[in-house]
């Protein structure tokens, strides 16, 4: 493929976005304020409500309501379909930045790792939202939100740190990348090369800027961004998902670019398979992987004789974990870096497939996947690389549900417990670090998974899982957690789809004094 020559970056004041809008739209008393019926500390009206995302302090919630009659039958409810599609009145998106009926808007875009910052569409205009400092700045006006799109294009992204920003904005017609420093303020256009940009992200490292490109590859004499054919719902106010089909996609063929931040040449080849940090990882002619560095050097982590598989890679540890091809349908899983060569003990089936394997930790320390051991290799079992340790353990019952630091928590599903015949789960807590058999926390119907900063919430246990510890029983009925231990809850009981809800302790006695 072909490298595009690098144009000049064009240095942007801080005074080059839209900045502060005249009259404030989110943070200011009348947006906010909170009409007579609804107490202080519930947010949204009483109407059907859908929980979209929240802060992990809770500070903010991003929800749908449906508070009109749209299909004129009398009444305002919802009913959810099976593909996350939502039946009866149409909802409509709301922010909540402080308990009240909300603000309307069209769609957010992206959120801070840290919560603290939100971009969104409202009015055609994109705003950056700061919720520490209550600021907020229009990025961008004369902007098409995305609300019909199962998996709407990435037009926003953060750094893991939350100290930078990349995001789309429209110029002359066309999207142009920016990339905006939260902190100082300022801004500066990245060039993406000939065609249309249509999707834009930061590398979590916050050091490289990632392009999907379109041209005319189907020459039918326009360029067109891929539409997915497939019965998923809509992205905006999408409901829960049981199932959904796939059939293919319908436009041009897109193509994937880099740029570092910091300068350099816009990259494009088959030869690139991941950014590293300041790096890059790149296949070489003779099938080894090497590290090219920001100056051009070039490290060699995996040997040609492995003609390894990029199964993961590691930046923190500065690793890689590959599966070497060497034989026609199992090959062995090997760690590699600039210093490290080292075989795992365990094998993958060929060709490898990335839907066997997942990172189950926020800390990047646990990665779960299917592999088969050197004495079975014909059985593919759950197992757990500890990337800190550069181990392997086999998971000793079920699968591995969530974890951080060297704690697992296992799901193993058990013989239906309910009259009504539905499978039950089993709760296991396992140090994945001493191997040690796991603990038994709860055994009951299986329930959803809400994860705030180190504490979990399922099946009726709060636990904190860096500690490796039962915090309290949890009441149910839970649409999040927050890191104050908290839960939000309806504030009316048996009623997960409707308004208004509201932030509680997470405690089980609490339960029954709220229905007294």
């Not at 976005?17 to 008393?29: E, I, K, L």
């Not at 809770?58 to 929800?63: K, P, Q």
């Not at 040449?265 to 991941?274: E, S, T």
Request: with cysteine; net charge negative; aromatic share 6%.
């Amino acid at each position: 493929m072909r490298l595009h020559p690098l144009l000049f970056t064009v240095l942007l004041a801080a005074c080059a976005s839209q900045g502060p809008a005249s009259h404030p739209v989110f943070f200011m008393p009348q947006a906010a304020a909170v009409a007579p019926a609804i107490p202080a500390e519930d947010y949204g009206t009483a109407h059907p409500f859908v929980l979209m995302d929240s802060a992990p302090d809770g500070r903010w919630l991003f929800a749908c309501q449906a508070r009109e009659d749209t299909n004129s039958d009398g009444r305002i409810e919802i009913a959810l379909g099976f593909h996350g599609n939502i039946v009866g009145d149409a909802l409509r998106p709301y922010l909540f930045l402080e308990p009240g009926a909300g603000i309307r808007i069209d769609e957010v875009l992206a959120v801070a790792p840290t919560g603290r910052f939100l971009v969104l569409v409202r009015d055609t205009t994109l705003w950056l939202l700061d919720v520490e400092t209550r600021e907020e700045k229009m990025l961008a006006t004369d902007v098409t939100p995305d609300t019909t799109s199962p998996q709407p294009l990435i037009r926003a992204s953060f750094s893991r740190d939350g100290l930078r920003l990349l995001y789309l904005r429209p110029e002359g017609g066309r999207p142009v990348a920016v990339v905006r420093d939260l902190l100082q303020g300022t801004e500066r256009m990245l060039d993406a090369g000939r065609g249309l940009l249509g999707q834009a992200l930061l590398d979590p490292s916050g050091q490289w800027a990632v392009f999907d490109v379109v041209e005319d590859t189907n020459a039918d004499g326009k360029e067109s961004w891929p539409r997915e054919d497939t019965t998923l719902a809509p992205a905006t106010c999408r409901g829960p998902v049981i199932s959904s089909s796939h059939f293919g996609w319908n436009g041009d063929t897109p193509v994937r670019r880099y740029r570092r931040l910091e300068g350099g040449p816009l990259l494009q080849g088959d030869d690139i398979l991941q950014t590293m940090g300041e790096g890059m990882l790149r296949r070489a002619p003779d099938r080894s992987i090497v590290l090219e560095h920001a100056n051009g050097r070039r490290e060699t982590w995996v040997p040609s004789s492995c003609n390894g598989t990029l199964v993961f890679a590691d930046a923190v540890h500065e690793q890689v974990v590959v599966v070497c091809e060497t034989q026609p349908d199992l090959g062995p899983l090997e760690l590699h870096g600039a210093r490290i060569h080292q075989p795992l003990g365990w094998r993958m089936f060929l060709p490898f497939s990335g839907r066997h394997i997942r990172l189950s930790g926020s800390d990047g320390r646990l990665l779960s996947l299917l592999a088969a051991s050197e004495s079975e290799p014909a059985r593919a079992v759950h197992t757990v690389i500890d990337l800190e340790r550069r181990t392997v353990r086999g998971v000793p019952l079920g699968d591995v549900l969530v974890s951080l630091g060297p704690h697992a928590l296992l799901r193993e599903s058990v013989n239906p417990v309910e009259p009504d015949g539905r499978w039950g789960a089993r709760l296991w807590l396992w140090n994945v670090e001493t191997g040690f058999p796991p603990n038994v926390l709860s055994e009951a119907p299986d329930s959803d998974l809400f994860w705030a900063g180190d504490t979990v919430l399922i099946m009726g246990k709060r636990i904190d899982l860096r500690a490796g510890k039962v915090l309290e029983d949890a009441s149910d009925e839970v649409l999040a957690l927050d890191t104050q231990g908290r839960v939000l809850r309806p504030i009316e009981p048996g009623s997960p789809l409707y308004g208004p809800v509201r932030w509680e302790p997470a405690l089980k006695a609490h339960e029954s004094q709220r229905t007294r």
